[in-house]
């Protein structure tokens, strides 16, 4: 059983819809979680991370935690063609990064 | 004023040769990393360096040698290509610890091609 578990997709959705991004994980000592976003032919950036159970928001964006259940999400609101990228969810032990398989999100006009 | 810088970018190759990677970052990070993505998006660790010793060396073949000059830079050197390592290597640096400081910033990434 892989660390992390992230469902590749592919999603598709129209413009101005929101969408849930979500990944489960097995391992209890992970205590940081993080969401990057990555372009076609671009190296990965850091979207947001957080470490406690509960919600952060930046924006359009929300990332969600629930250490009890071990799922995190990251919701994106009003989504748009720009958002179109693979979302790779990360955990972080100790100075070990754990990744999720990355789900390809296409936002259409 | 690029963060995590990595070259070449596009490497093709013949098998059997031997090329390197160079990473060079301007963070002030004391620790550094070598992922390898393959064509599903994974990102899979190979080797990481804090303060030039390497503190992670995951099941990667003896082909694939880091090197680590100072703490802002890491190489990776790979002889006897194989069809196998094509590939998008990436660079990545982290502050190290176990603050919430603590966040990967990646490079662009060196895409090697062996045929």
């Known amino acids: 059983q892989k660390e992390v578990e992230q469902d590749p997709g592919p999603l598709s959705v129209p413009e101005g819809a929101i969408v849930s991004l979500n990944c489960t994980y097995s391992n209890s000592a992970f205590q940081y979680f993080m969401w990057y976003r990555q372009y076609s032919r671009k190296g990965p950036e850091l979207l947001m991370y957080t470490y406690s159970s509960g919600n952060k928001e930046d924006g359009r964006f929300t990332a969600q935690v629930d250490k009890s259940s071990k799922y995190i999400s990251l919701f994106i609101r009003d989504s748009q063609p720009s958002d179109s990228a693979t979302y790779l969810c990360a955990m972080r032990s100790g100075n070990q990064f754990y990744f999720g398989t990355g789900t390809s999100l296409t936002v259409i006009p | 004023d690029t963060a995590v810088s990595q070259t070449p970018k596009y490497l093709v190759t013949q098998m059997g040769n031997d090329k390197s990677i160079k990473c060079e970052q301007n963070?002030?990070?004391?620790?550094m990393y070598w992922y390898k993505q393959d064509s599903k998006k994974f990102l899979k660790i190979m080797f990481s360096y804090n303060n030039k010793e390497l503190i992670i060396n995951e099941t990667v073949p003896n082909r694939f040698s880091p090197k680590s000059p100072d703490k802002a830079h890491l190489n990776l050197h790979i002889n006897s290509l194989e069809l196998g390592d094509s590939a998008v290597y990436f660079c990545?640096?982290?502050?190290?610890?176990?603050?919430?400081?603590?966040?990967?910033?990646f490079g662009a990434g060196s895409r090697l091609t062996v045929l």
């Open positions: 963070l002030g990070h004391d620790t």
């Open positions: 990545a640096s982290s502050q190290g610890g176990v603050s919430g400081a603590n966040v990967l910033t």
